[in-house]
């Protein structure tokens, strides 16, 4: 008798392990298509549900698809770098040669324009 409830518990804890593992394998594809920044995670998410219902038979496309394409990159400048007074200096100085140089190209263009 004891060992039919020992049997029945092992069975139903192995039902359990196995819902639990088919959820957590769908979302599998989410989860890299947000570590990736994705642009459509959450259509992957969505497409993940559903290869629960085909048994995961889509879950490899989702995959491929979560894996395919990744998002924008976000560059991180330390602020340090924004506020720097060498560089601000650099940068104005370089505005400036460029106008003068904008200037002397639109002066070029005009008198070749009269000739």
Known sequence: MFLDYLSLAILLMG???VFYTFIYIHDIPYE?????????KEAIHVAGWLSLFTLH?????V????????GPIEVA???????NPEVDKR?????????FV??????????????
Request: hydrophobic fraction near 40%; avoid cysteine; proline fraction near 4%.
């Open 15 to 17: 039902l359990v392990a």
């Open 63 to 70: 995959f491929i698809w979560a894996v395919s394409k990744q």
């Open 102 to 115: 904008e200037q002397q190209m639109d002066k070029n263009t005009k008198k070749a324009g009269k000739v």
């Open 57 to 61: 038979a889509i879950w490899p496309l």
């Open 32 to 40: 890299a298509a947000k570590h990736r920044n994705h642009p459509q």
């Open 77 to 83: 400048v330390a602020d340090e770098a924004r506020s």
């Open 91 to 99: 940068l104005k100085e370089l505005e400036s040669k460029l106008r």
